[in-house]
């Protein structure tokens, strides 16, 4: 079983849907959870830092955390095609040199118009 | 804010010669970076943790004579794949121990 696990898609959507990506862990020791985008041929691009439970919310995206449940989520609302990417889950033992991440395999996004 | 730039973008080599990856921390020192591989489809996974005056630190499977990894600097960590093969071909991302940071990736290409 992989420490994380995210679905691939692809997830098509049309332009202004609320957009759902999910991970689920099983280390309950990690403490920090980030969402990033990667763009074809990129670097991973930091969305969102969340270390508690519950939800945190940045302009059009929100992410939540369930420690209980292991499980978390980035909610995208009124997505745009300019949000079709690969979006990864990460999460961490802790800060600093505790901070390497492990990735979700990545859920690949499509906006169409 | 805090840039980590990475250099070249993609290189094509020829198998069995060696390729050299940079990492540079732009505005801030990093006595920690750490080198991460992505396969097609297939998540980041972290290869090594370098460090600024001592040696890097390996993750299993992970051939440390294969990549060479120097932390020259507090600003530079250079990554050198030898006698690379085909097998190597992969994105290979370096970050800093802030979890914002990523360098734009290499993609490496072995013909």
């Known amino acids: 079983q992989k420490e994380v696990e995210q679905d691939p898609g692809p997830l098509s959507v049309p332009e202004g849907a609320i957009v759902s990506l999910n991970c689920t862990y099983s280390n309950s020791a990690f403490q920090y959870f980030m969402w990033y985008r990667q763009y074809s041929r990129k670097g991973p691009e930091l969305l969102m830092y969340t270390y508690s439970s519950g939800n945190k919310e940045d302009g059009r995206f929100t992410a939540q955390v369930d420690k209980s449940s292991k499980y978390i989520s980035l909610f995208i609302r009124d997505s745009q095609p300019s949000d079709s990417a690969t979006y990864l889950c990460?999460?961490?033992?802790?800060?600093?040199?505790?901070?390497?991440?492990?990735f979700g395999t990545g859920t690949r996004l499509q906006v169409t118009l | 804010g805090a840039v980590v730039s990475q250099h070249p973008s993609w290189v094509i080599c020829k198998s069995g010669t060696s390729v050299k990856i940079e990492c540079r921390s732009l505005d801030f020192q990093a006595t920690t970076m750490f080198w991460y591989r992505q396969f097609p489809k297939q998540s980041l996974m972290l290869m090594a943790t370098s460090n600024e005056g001592s040696k890097a630190t390996y993750e299993q499977g992970v051939e440390k004579d294969k990549f060479l990894i120097n932390h020259a600097s507090l600003t530079l960590s250079t990554l050198t794949v030898t006698s690379a093969h085909p097998e190597d071909s992969s994105f290979y991302i370096c970050?800093?121990?802030?979890?914002?940071?990523f360098g734009q990736g290499t993609r490496l290409t072995v013909v």
């Open positions: 990460a999460m961490s033992l802790g800060t600093g040199t505790a901070s390497k991440l492990t």
């Open positions: 970050s800093a121990p802030a979890e914002a940071f």
